[in-house]
């Protein structure tokens, strides 16, 4: 991570005998809006035929190679920000099974998982970023806790300072959950220890699975403020502070309290 995108392919599996080529022209917009916003290029793009609409990106960026953010080298006394709320993974399914009531929650989630994190980076350009990864499939819980596995150092996360998006709590409490919590679930629990407090129902939010979640970076605890205030100040507002890092112990990587 840290780079520049600067190219990109389309890389497309579309049913075109079941689907309007309307559709394939509005996915394909779509990414180029989003594609320009990054300040990147398209270069052109691949098609196959499937049974089942899929969409990809293949991007080259630049970096220095100095200043490559990796997933790991978190350092002991950092301060863990998380840039974006987290939810949507519950929330696209309570939307697909008819349980969201409330269409202002989903245009928020949509809202959210369409925005870039490139001011977030940008941002974090300016800072001594120690490690960092972006929060998707794996859910929180399971990204964060590769970035303690590969660091020397434990990362402790509070759930009562986590982001989470309107309405994703209550679906979980309501018995609304995803096809991938499961999982997410049974690889970390071995390598975390849960407080009493991170009750079962409020535990499901680390493992709901993100599409184009935020950035989870550690940092020293002196910059964290300033690098708060200027994510605040170019309008992401659910940016916040959640964990910080600590000795690590031995066969626990995760502390939730």
């Not at 579309?14 to 320009?36: N, R, V, Y």
């Not at 849960?194 to 184009?212: M, Y």
Request: aromatic share 4%; glycine share 10%.
């Amino acid at each position: 991570m840290g780079a520049r995108p600067v190219t990109c392919l389309n890389l497309v599996s579309f049913p075109s005998g079941k689907l309007p080529p309307e559709q394939l022209h509005g996915i394909t917009a779509g990414a180029l809006d989003k594609i320009t916003e990054s300040g990147a290029v398209l270069a052109g793009g691949h098609s196959v035929e499937d049974s089942e609409p899929k969409f990809g990106l293949s991007v080259t960026g630049v970096v220095h190679p100095e200043k490559i953010w990796r997933n790991v080298g978190a350092r002991q006394g950092d301060v863990l920000i998380l840039t974006k709320a987290i939810g949507s993974g519950v929330l696209f399914n309570a939307e697909l099974k008819g349980k969201l009531k409330n269409p202002d929650a989903f245009n928020a989630c949509i809202e959210s998982v369409t925005a870039l994190n490139k001011t977030a980076a940008e941002i974090f350009a300016q800072f001594e970023v120690h490690a960092a990864t972006d929060i998707t499939g794996f859910g929180l819980a399971g990204h964060a806790l590769e970035m303690a596995q590969g660091s020397e150092a434990a990362l402790t996360i509070d759930l009562d300072a986590l982001p989470v998006m309107a309405q994703a709590m209550e679906m979980y409490q309501s018995g609304v959950t995803t096809g991938v919590n499961r999982h997410n679930r049974e690889k970390a629990m071995p390598h975390l220890r849960l407080e009493q407090s991170a009750t079962l129902d409020r535990q499901e939010i680390l493992f709901d699975p993100q599409t184009s979640g935020g950035l989870l970076v550690a940092l020293p605890e002196k910059q964290a403020d300033a690098a708060l205030d200027q994510l605040h100040q170019s309008g992401l507002e659910q940016a916040a502070i959640v964990g910080h890092t600590s000795q690590h112990e031995e066969k626990t990587h995760l502390f939730i309290k």
